[in-house]
């Protein structure tokens, strides 16, 4: 048994290694893994499993969801709905001191409800309101940096991709991840105003005071958020009250979406034909890292490394949320090394064996959901943490007029927002449970 540990922990290495040197993630998972579980078990055996292997992940119905969110927030980010939420947000918000990196924020979040992608809400949320951040002479710091922290917002607030992964990856029910995370998606979006407000009362300079609008301008710019909250709604509240499995649901967001682009004008064929292929190589790219990450984790599996892990740190005599602590710590730091699905497939199944072994007074379906709240809100934080943070460079590819260091600066005081809100999650589960519970999922 301790030369398959040797084996799986050489593996590991081999793994982060060809990480390092930019193989692709799924490219990398798939050939440690191949090669992992021939050297232990024989590549006969390894090429029979291979014959399966494939559909037997991407046979998975709950899978089936994954293709149907993603096209949602392709057609969302071609019909330009985020340009309608924004100027809602501003008309609500902009006459505020600082108010328009709040309708910023407040945007970021209606789009990550539709789109479900943190990249995809920074650079689509960046090119609709850095103009008018830069109009109003915002501080290039707190312009860029809010466009980069919220981002992240698109992570969290259902519909989300990785929070699909993440339940395929523990057996949890998807329907009581979406709920357990909107509490979670609305605290960090109260969380993020008030720095804003903190920020601007710091330093007033940094945030202006935008126009006030007319009633008339109010009222045309709430009128033209309606549809999104509709979406929202039916999408959202229909899996909630159980109407709509996930998938359904996906595919009604997907229609109404679309519709709603069609009936505005805003979606032609090419437009419709560019979100279709934009969804065939994202989620193409998406299960060649299912498959890569399921090869891995039978090789580890076989290696005896999670258990290891496990048993290393139950035997290491820390109190269970000085472990929990730990692990969340490393996500952060791995997080700032790849991009958030591959981190889940690939932390996950070391972490999740260790956390389940511990004691938090919570059950098991409880604790599955809990851990994974917190594990997606540390891995989005990578995206604006140095040296990498992708969110960061997107914002600063856009603004060449900022430093990238003073964005870096920027999203600082958003980070110290989220370590508030990993702490009160941290401290206080029922956050993230209340809702499932409420509806009785747990």
Not at 107 to 131: D, H, K
Not at 222 to 235: C, K, N, R, S
Not at 375 to 392: C, D, H, S
């Amino acid at each position: 048994m301790e030369e398959n540990l040797i084996v799986g922990l050489v593996g590991l290495a081999a793994l982060i290694t060809l990480i390092v040197i930019r193989l692709p993630i799924a490219y990398s998972m798939i050939v440690v893994g191949a090669v992992g579980v021939g050297f232990l078990n024989g590549f006969d055996i390894l090429l029979a499993q291979l014959k399966d292997l494939a559909w037997a992940q991407f046979s998975i119905y709950d899978l089936s969801v994954v293709p149907m969110f993603v096209l949602m927030g392709n057609i969302a980010t071609r019909v330009g709905l985020s340009s309608d939420l924004f100027r809602a947000a501003n008309a609500w918000l902009g006459h505020l001191r600082g108010g328009v990196a709040m309708a910023a924020i407040a945007a970021c979040a209606g789009f990550g409800s539709v789109c479900g992608s943190s990249l995809a809400t920074a650079s689509t949320m960046g090119q609709v309101a850095l103009p008018e951040l830069k109009r109003y002479k915002y501080a290039g710091s707190l312009a860029t940096g809010t466009l980069a922290a919220g981002g992240v917002l698109g992570i969290l607030i259902p519909p989300s991709i990785v929070l699909v992964i993440y339940a395929v990856i523990v057996e949890a029910n998807i329907v009581t991840m979406f709920m357990a995370a909107f509490l979670p998606g609305i605290l960090a979006v109260i969380l993020f105003l008030l720095t804003i407000a903190l920020y601007v009362r710091l330093r007033p300079d940094a945030g202006p005071r935008g126009s006030a609008v007319s009633r008339e301008e109010l009222l045309s710019a709430t009128m033209a958020m309606v549809p999104v909250l509709i979406i929202f709604g039916l999408v959202i509240g229909g899996i909630y009250f159980g109407f709509f499995n996930p998938t359904p649901a996906a595919a009604v967001g997907v229609f109404l979406v679309a519709l709603y682009g069609l009936l505005r004008r805003k979606l032609s064929f090419g437009g419709f034909r560019y979100a279709l292929l934009e969804t065939a190589k994202t989620t193409g790219m998406i299960y060649l890292i299912l498959l890569g990450a399921e090869l891995l984790k039978i090789f580890m599996a076989r290696g005896g490394v999670p258990q290891a892990a496990a048993e290393l740190m139950a035997n290491s005599g820390l109190p269970p949320y000085s472990i929990l602590v730990l692990l969340l710590i490393a996500l952060i730091i791995l997080g700032c090394l790849m991009d958030s699905l591959s981190m889940i497939l690939l932390a996950i199944p070391f972490f999740w064996p260790v956390i389940s072994e511990l004691d938090f007074g919570l059950g098991p379906e409880e604790l599955k959901i809990w851990f994974g709240i917190l594990a997606l809100i540390v891995v989005e934080l990578g995206l604006i943490t140095p040296p990498v943070g992708m969110n960061v460079f997107i914002i600063s590819s856009m603004d060449k007029e900022t430093p990238m260091k003073e964005t870096f600066k920027g999203v600082a005081p958003f980070f110290m927002a989220e370590i508030v809100r990993v702490s009160l999650l941290v401290a206080f589960p029922a956050i993230s449970l209340w809702l499932p519970r409420f509806f009785g999922n747990l």
